[in-house]
């Protein structure tokens, strides 16, 4: 588990010079998505992967803006680069792959999937988002 959390933190922080982020924000970016990833692992024994990436993008999603604020810079540099390791790009890879080896009943369940995780990592987003931009209209 140490290993993967480590992973996450450096292809977050590799995307994040990919993405061309300030060096100042770098180290916060990667730490984001380190304990985005961690906080998925350690729900993955719910026996639900969707669960665990909308808890995981929950957490990225608080996290961001927790340091947008104290580091007054857009929400989007932490949330984007945050959610980078709960993105369901090797599930999605093996639903084209199945396409094209003609297997249709496993393409359309890693289908279904990818966009049952693309959908849990956009509510977990907006969820936090409507959290904040009411508790500002209210102070």
Known sequence: MIIQVVG?????????????ISRKQL?????????????YLLTLNMNS?????????LVVSIISHILSKIRKTPVTVYL????IPLVPGAILYKAI?????????MSSFYGIQSIELACA???AIFLV????????RTK
Do not use: E, H, M, P
């Not at 984001?32 to 961690?38: H, V, Y």
């Not at 992967?49 to 993008?57: K, R």
């Open 80 to 83: 984007i680069a945050g959610i």
């Open 129 to 136: 988002a409507s959290v904040t931009k009411s508790s500002r």
């Open 49 to 57: 992967i969707v669960l665990s990436t909308f808890l995981g993008a």
């Open 8 to 20: 996450a933190f450096f292809a977050t922080l590799f995307f994040c010079i990919i993405f061309n």
């Open 121 to 123: 990592i956009a509510v």
């Open 27 to 39: 180290l916060f970016c990667g730490i984001n998505g380190a304990i985005g990833w961690l906080v």
């Open 97 to 105: 792959y199945n396409i094209v080896i003609q297997d249709y009943d």
